[in-house]
């Protein structure tokens, strides 16, 4: 049982550059959250897909947009990059969107903008 | 003030020890609760959920205080394979968004 997995594992873009990260989720599961984790500090999230529609967004600016196929994979895209914008980004899918659904985690794909 | 606050450490300790980690949480409205362990480099893995009743998972309690706001976690016996960042993570919103502390560095040492 494949879970959650992430391409690529390492990038690096450019200031001023557009980015795109993808996202599979773990089998079963229907719902993909995207976290941003700088350096030393916990992940922040960024938006949540469900049903190929943002259902959720924490405090990040229109510059990181995404999308949800119909086979539940998703992208995240981060446009006009800034250096702040370097850190991991973590895809986590779960099924559902009930607040006791575990979530699980991919192994990120490391961004670093010079 | 952080939504979830956590003492970032690093706590060391030696094979054996017992350690506690606390964690503070400022929306009255959260839901769930729960401990995330992460190794370096690596992704967040939940640790376990966190209930007002308090659950064991081996060496390892949880407990959770509605009233304080108040998350913790126990490791009994610590091993070296117990050293990583302990994240707490609290869901306070509809849709399962999930708000995690900055993470609290364990080093045991042997």
């Known amino acids: 049982d494949a879970g959650v997995t992430q391409s690529p594992t390492h990038l690096i873009k450019t200031r001023g550059q557009q980015v795109t990260l993808r996202c599979s989720p773990k089998?079963?599961?229907?719902?993909v959250s995207w976290y941003q984790q700088a350096l030393g500090q916990g992940p922040q999230f960024i938006f949540q897909?469900?049903?190929?529609?943002?259902?959720q967004r924490g405090n990040f600016p229109d510059r990181f947009s995404g999308h949800q196929f119909p086979n539940y994979s998703s992208e995240l895209n981060v446009n006009a990059l800034l250096l702040g914008d370097s850190a991991l980004y973590l895809c986590?899918?779960?099924?559902?969107?009930?607040?006791?659904?575990?979530?699980?985690f991919g192994p990120g794909t490391r961004l670093t903008v010079l | 003030r952080k939504e979830v606050e956590q003492d970032p450490g690093p706590f060391n300790v030696p094979e054996g020890a017992t350690v506690a980690f606390n964690c503070t949480y400022s929306?009255?409205?959260?839901?769930?609760f729960f401990w995330y362990r992460q190794d370096c480099r690596k992704e967040p893995k939940l640790l376990m959920s966190v209930y007002s009743s308090g659950n064991e998972d081996g060496r390892f309690t949880a407990q959770l205080n509605r009233d304080s706001q108040y998350i913790s976690l126990l490791i009994r016996d610590s091993k070296l394979s117990d050293s990583a960042t302990y994240l707490c993570v609290v869901n306070a919103y509809a849709g399962n968004m999930l708000t995690f502390g900055g993470g609290t560095r364990l080093m045991v040492k042997p």
């Open positions: 897909y469900y049903e190929e529609e943002e259902r």
């Open positions: 986590a899918s779960s099924f559902g969107t009930s607040v006791y659904n575990e979530q699980f």
């Open positions: 089998s079963g599961h229907d719902t």
């Open positions: 929306n009255s409205a959260s839901q769930s």
